[in-house]
């Protein structure tokens, strides 16, 4: 198989570093002066076990690509830029290549599927900070246990070859990866313990916001049963346990893709996490103020161009009463 890995950044750069160095065929689809750094001077992959230049074949566009029956396409691109490289696939790519939904949300498999027939989720978790360009940072160690979680599956559920294969390749290249059943559950599972990420971007760390925390999940929580929706805490739990951590002199891991967004002057993907469960309580007649809110404020940071740290966690807290 070729790995097409389409989004460059910290988890589509950790991905497609790994599988190069254990000699996958890997293409990075990029933009901006990540691309033209990764283009002209290689991709500078940082881990616990070392500094690795790579020479990783990367373009912009998917125009770019002679696509062929071994390609597997990865998204590792936030959900908010998800249906634009959807459409620049469409027409390019044949609608039977194998899309992966590399990402945070449920939402991405949903649009997959409305323009291809092989859709399938990854849920993941991979420590990894970009915040320069041509650099990514895997704060891991293949000696501490496994490079990250890519558990994937068909989506809505089931496994198949195809799944297989991709799982065995990632194995190959350091992480923890299994064929999943029931792979929007673990998703689903993935985007309750995501609702506190925007409010690292949001707040930044200089203060606790574990009570914030608890009332985003917990209404996230309240949410989901009462549309029906089932997560696995458990299963979660005991795949963290795999994770080789490592500390990286001088690099510390600073914190979530929102809070390194928002640091470099992006957007985050707020309404797909916190506005996820804003929606689905929408439809199912209950309230999610505490999200609502969270997803709120996160645009207000992106739009006014703010930086983490200019409204408190308890600050939130006294709006929310």
Same mark, same amino acid.
């Given at each position: 198989?070729?790995?097409?890995?389409?989004?460059?950044?910290?988890?589509?750069?950790?991905?497609?570093?790994?599988?190069?160095?254990?000699?996958? /065929? !890997?293409?990075?689809?990029?933009?901006?002066?990540?691309?033209?750094? @990764?283009?002209?001077?290689?991709?500078?992959?940082?881990?616990?076990?070392?500094?690795?230049?790579?020479?990783?074949?990367?373009?912009?566009?998917?125009?770019?690509?002679?696509?062929?029956?071994?390609?597997?396409?990865?998204?590792?691109?936030?959900?908010? /830029?998800?249906?634009?490289?959807?459409?620049?696939?469409?027409?390019?790519?044949?609608?039977?290549?194998? @899309?992966?939904?590399?990402?945070?949300?449920?939402?991405?498999?949903? #649009?997959?599927?409305?323009?291809?027939?092989? !859709?399938?989720?990854? !849920?993941?978790?991979?420590?990894?900070?970009?915040?320069?360009?041509?650099?990514?940072?895997?704060?891991?160690?293949?000696?501490?246990?496994?490079?990250?979680?890519?558990?994937?599956?068909?989506?809505?559920?089931?496994? /198949?070859?195809?799944?297989?294969?991709?799982?065995? /390749?990632?194995? *190959?290249?350091?992480?923890?990866?299994?064929?999943?059943?029931?792979?929007?559950?673990?998703?689903?599972?993935?985007?309750?313990? *995501?609702?506190?990420?925007?409010?690292?971007?949001?707040?930044?760390?200089? *203060?606790?916001?574990?009570?914030?925390?608890?009332?985003?999940?917990?209404?996230?929580?309240? !949410?989901?049963?009462?549309?029906?929706?089932?997560?696995?805490?458990?299963?979660?739990?005991?795949?963290?346990?795999?994770?080789?951590?490592?500390?990286?002199?001088?690099?510390?891991?600073?914190?979530?893709?929102? #809070?390194?967004?928002?640091?470099?002057?992006?957007?985050?993907?707020?309404?797909?996490?916190?506005?996820? @469960?804003?929606?689905?309580?929408?439809?199912?007649?209950?309230?999610?103020?505490?999200?609502?809110?969270?997803?709120?404020?996160?645009?207000?940071?992106?739009?006014?161009?703010?930086?983490?740290? #200019?409204?408190?966690?308890?600050?939130?807290?006294?709006?929310?009463?």
């Amino acid at each position: 198989m070729r790995y097409i890995i389409y989004g460059a950044g910290a988890i589509g750069g950790a991905i497609g570093a790994s599988l190069f160095r254990s000699g996958f /065929d !890997v293409v990075l689809i990029g933009r901006g002066r990540h691309l033209e750094t @990764i283009q002209s001077e290689g991709l500078k992959y940082i881990s616990g076990d070392g500094i690795h230049v790579l020479g990783i074949p990367a373009v912009s566009h998917p125009k770019e690509i002679q696509f062929t029956d071994q390609d597997v396409v990865i998204l590792t691109m936030k959900s908010q /830029d998800t249906q634009d490289a959807l459409n620049a696939l469409a027409g390019l790519a044949p609608n039977s290549i194998p @899309i992966v939904c590399g990402q945070n949300g449920v939402i991405n498999e949903k #649009w997959a599927s409305e323009l291809f027939t092989r !859709v399938y989720g990854m !849920v993941l978790l991979i420590p990894a900070t970009f915040l320069v360009p041509g650099e990514v940072i895997h704060h891991v160690s293949a000696s501490n246990g496994s490079l990250g979680i890519l558990d994937s599956g068909k989506y809505p559920q089931g496994t /198949d070859d195809t799944v297989s294969k991709i799982c065995s /390749d990632l194995e *190959n290249s350091g992480f923890s990866a299994a064929p999943h059943q029931n792979i929007m559950e673990a998703k689903y599972t993935k985007l309750i313990t *995501n609702l506190n990420n925007a409010v690292g971007a949001i707040c930044g760390f200089d *203060n606790d916001s574990s009570q914030l925390a608890k009332v985003l999940i917990s209404e996230g929580e309240t !949410v989901l049963r009462a549309a029906d929706i089932s997560v696995n805490y458990e299963e979660q739990k005991q795949k963290y346990t795999l994770l080789g951590r490592a500390e990286i002199d001088g690099m510390p891991r600073g914190g979530s893709s929102s #809070w390194q967004s928002v640091v470099r002057g992006g957007n985050i993907e707020a309404d797909f996490l916190n506005g996820e @469960i804003v929606e689905i309580a929408q439809k199912s007649k209950t309230a999610a103020p505490a999200n609502k809110l969270i997803q709120e404020l996160a645009r207000q940071t992106v739009s006014e161009g703010k930086q983490p740290g #200019w409204i408190t966690p308890t600050e939130i807290l006294l709006r929310l009463d």
